[in-house]
């Protein structure tokens, strides 16, 4: 009996992992990516890459590049596009325009749902790829029109891969 307990402990702990986002800005311009719930947000300078480890269960994730940002040694500021209230570490969405990366992580059938948005306006060219898993997603947004994203509610735009796949996003790709 206790080997079906470990082998049910094994799987519910194989099937419920965390996803690593690696956040790259190859813009020729300094990217201020933000994410939420629980990643914040920091500064990118061309070439950089920003790991972001997400757990397991999160949904109605985001993740986003703000530019044109100034912010002071306690991390009050401000930025021209995607702004979250004038923090550095957001814990609430930005303001538009903001090109976005959406996600709930093991969700129904222990899937991952991704997705990218300009329903809230276009700021920065956007590439969200799958990284592990065997699942080869990779979706573009180069402009306000890209096929990639969802424009209005009514979309169909989300894709899925297994839970615990790991991403790349890519600003300017």
Known sequence: MSLIKISLLSLCLISAQAARFDIVNQCAYTVWPAATPSGGGRQLDRGQSWPLDVPAGTSIGRIWGRTGCNFDGSGRGSCQTGDCGGA??????????????????????????????????FNIPMQLSSTS?????????????????????????????????????????
């Open 88 to 121: 550095l570490s957001c814990s609430l969405s930005g303001k538009s325009p903001l090109t976005l990366t959406e996600f709930t992580l093991n969700g129904f059938n222990n899937q991952d749902s991704i997705d990218l948005s300009v329903i809230d306006g």
């Open 133 to 173: 898993n065997a699942c080869n997603k990779v979706l573009n947004c180069r402009d306000s029109n890209c096929p990639d994203a969802y424009h209005h509610p009514n979309d169909v735009k989300t894709n899925t891969c297994p839970g615990g796949t790991n991403y790349r996003v890519v600003f300017c790709p």
